[in-house]
Nanobody
Framework: EVQLVESGGGLVQAGGSLRLSCAASGFTFGDYAIGWFRQAPGKEREGVSCISRSDDATYYADSAKGRFTISSDNAKNTVYLQMNSLKPEDTAVYYC?????????????????????????WGQGTQVTVSS
């Protein structure tokens, strides 16, 4: 059974940091690119970051550049999203998702990774709340 389990969310003050984890099981970790998405109340789900498993190439939304860092630990089948300098507008439910690695070269550049329909598997999400 394929599972993506997010953890690490919580309540933090503006300017603070959180590290989200996405633990994957039930599939070959290296065969899938892993993306992080978020959805705030009343808004559409948006891509935050993605890591390609073939070359560890990373992608970031403009809102995340310079503040968030995506990384992976292959031994633990886990992808992390380190979030620094958090802002109230980062408040959302954060989801990780897995997309077939073989599709990555077909993604339109530079923002094809943000298409949620490219991702086959999704976690249940973890809430991040940033207070002002």
């Amino acid at each position: 059974e394929v599972q993506l389990v997010e953890s690490g969310g919580g309540l933090v003050q503006a300017g603070g940091s959180l590290r989200l984890s996405c633990a994957a099981s039930g599939f070959t970790f290296g065969d899938y690119a892993i993306g992080w998405f978020r959805q705030a109340p009343g808004k559409e789900r948006e891509g935050v970051s993605c890591i390609s498993r073939s070359d560890d190439a990373t992608y970031y939304a403009d809102s995340a550049k310079g503040r968030f860092t995506i990384s992976s630990d292959n031994a633990k089948n886990t992808v992390y999203l380190q979030m620094n300098s958090l802002k109230p507008e980062d408040t959302a439910v954060y989801y990780c998702a897995a997309a077939p690695q073989h599709s990555v070269p077909t993604w339109p550049q530079p923002y094809g990774w943000r298409d949620r329909y490219e991702y086959d598997y999704w976690g249940q999400g973890t809430q991040v709340t940033v207070s002002s």
